[in-house]
């Protein structure tokens, strides 16, 4: 789980407010303090873990801070959001031959022979971006040479 963590300018109780506003002024900007004792809602730290939360948050009440853990929800996106990129290296499976499936590409792609020896270079090419995962499956079919 993943959280933020959340200032309102409110102190724990007992603590001196001059006194964790130089402390705090020690370690940020003075803009930066009036911003974060403005009494408006600061946010500290974004995405933060749950072990690192308790320092931060051990370390703000040790200076007299009351601040607030906002837990996030941080789950993955739906797969249908999902884009890939159709990426080819110039290799070939075993047991395809390079004249053959640089042939079948050619046709299958209706690529000019420029294109087809930059594909078949060896170098990283793009063949596609922006694809879903049922279209990036499609492309990773091998095409049938006959």
């Not at 009036?34 to 749950?50: C, H, I, P």
């Not at 789950?75 to 053959?100: C, I």
């Not at 694809?131 to 049938?144: D, K, L, M, Y």
Request: with cysteine; hydrophobic share 45%; proline share 5%.
């Amino acid at each position: 789980m993943m959280y933020r963590i959340e200032y309102h300018g409110k102190l724990l109780e007992g603590f001196n407010p001059e006194i964790v506003r130089m402390e705090v002024a020690v370690r940020l900007r003075e803009d930066q303090v009036l911003r974060l004792f403005s009494g408006e809602r600061v946010v500290l730290k974004k995405a933060v873990s749950e072990g690192a939360c308790e320092r931060y948050i051990a370390e703000l009440r040790r200076m007299g801070m009351d601040a607030a853990l906002v837990p996030l929800d941080v789950s993955p996106p739906p797969a249908a959001m999902l884009t890939y990129a159709v990426v080819f290296w110039g290799n070939l499976l075993t047991g395809f031959e390079r004249p053959a499936v640089m042939g079948a590409a050619a046709r299958r792609f209706k690529l000019a022979p420029a294109q087809l020896m930059q594909i078949f270079s060896g170098v990283k090419v793009v063949l596609k971006r922006g694809v879903s995962t049922e279209t990036g499956a499609r492309w990773i079919e091998s095409p049938r040479v006959s």
